[in-house]
């Protein structure tokens, strides 16, 4: 009998490693696909075999910023700065990183470096100007969006974050003429219709506030827009109005406090004590430090013949540091 041996051969196929231009080629590519991880993929193994190209580190870090890994962006960026200490997007990219992270004094060390190098670009000074916005450093921010409007004019993020400014440092008329120039240059930018609004509000043009939050509402509903149209309706006096507003800004948030809280301020002042009294719960159990919650239940308490509810209550607003002087003016607690 003869045995037949069969010899298994195993074949090895061998992939060329690719070149560093093949790789970049292909991050290139993923790039414009808006596919960052497969940017970052491609430039790890370019990075094996060349570390010393700091564009590389640049373009890496900032596919990780795409994709809100910021931390990790701001390593590569400082990396491709320690190879070229002045590269502008490493510095500009870098200060968005650090913002999204809340590092806002690097991000302005960063953005100032930046003016140093070229006090000429707009985009610099408007980012710049946002962080101090953000601050609430309104005159700083003031002074950077002119800046920036100055260097790209009519920019109409430039110009509404402008009356935005004025409008946080109540000049309110500059305000009402810079969100009239945006809405000149874009009826569908439905941001500004709520911020006009604000300003109408402030000015206690309640009717024309209105009609401006009924736009933004028709272009973007939102929880917050149906708040304020609510506000402006009950200091118009149309508390019907302002319920229905508050019903629709919970159907699209039922996990804000402040529109419970503000619906039920409503409610009190319709005399539905027992749904004011809900709503200000409701808002309390969101949210248990909101003081202002605690001494309007209060009082709605004490209505109910509920003092030692009412005083409870009080004492809690107190503690959260709400002024409650008022309320023991008329209630007097054990």
């Known amino acids: 009998m003869i045995r037949i041996g069969f010899i298994l051969l195993i074949a090895s196929f061998g992939f060329a490693q690719q070149s560093k231009e093949e790789l970049f080629n292909e991050s290139i590519r993923f790039c414009k696909l808006d596919d960052h991880k497969n940017v970052i993929l491609n430039l790890d193994k370019y990075i094996v075999l060349d570390s010393t190209n700091f564009d590389i580190y640049y373009r890496r870090g900032y596919s990780k910023l795409m994709i809100k890994e910021y931390e990790s962006s701001i390593v590569d960026f400082n ?20 913002k999204e992270i809340n590092k ?7 953005l100032n470096k930046l003016i140093e190098l070229n006090p000429n670009e707009f985009n610099v000074y408007l980012r710049r100007g946002e962080i101090f916005f953000d601050k609430e450093l309104f005159d700083k ?22 009356a935005l400014t004025h409008y946080f440092k109540k000049n309110y008329k500059e305000a009402l003429i810079g969100f009239n120039k945006v809405v000149e240059k874009d009826e569908l930018f439905y941001k500004v219709y709520e911020n006009r609004a604000n300003v109408y509000c402030a000015l206690g043009e309640y009717l024309k506030a209105i009609k401006d939050y009924d736009k933004a509402i028709e272009l973007n509903p939102s929880g917050d827009v149906y708040n304020n149209r609510a506000y402006s309706k009950y200091l118009a006096n149309d508390l019907n ?94």
């Open 104 to 110: 806002r004094d690097e991000a302005v060390d960063c």
């Open 241 to 334: 109005g302002a319920l229905k507003d508050y019903e629709n800004a919970i159907l699209l948030n039922p996990k804000n406090e402040k529109y419970f809280h503000d619906r039920g301020m409503i409610y009190n002042k319709l005399g539905k004590l027992n749904e004011a009294l809900e709503d200000y719960t409701k808002a309390i159990s969101i949210n248990p430090k909101l003081k202002e919650a605690y001494i309007n239940r209060a009082v709605v308490k004490y209505k109910l013949k509920d003092l030692d509810g009412a005083c409870k209550d009080a004492k809690m607003a107190k503690e959260l540091g709400f002024d409650t002087s008022k309320f023991y003016s008329f209630v007097s607690c054990k």
């Open 79 to 98: 990396k491709a700065l320690f190879l070229n200490q002045n590269h502008q997007g490493s510095l500009y990219n870098k200060a968005v990183a650090l």
């Open 141 to 162: 921010a003031l002074s950077d969006f002119l800046i920036a409007d100055k260097l790209n004019p009519n920019y109409n993020h430039t110009v509404n974050l402008l």
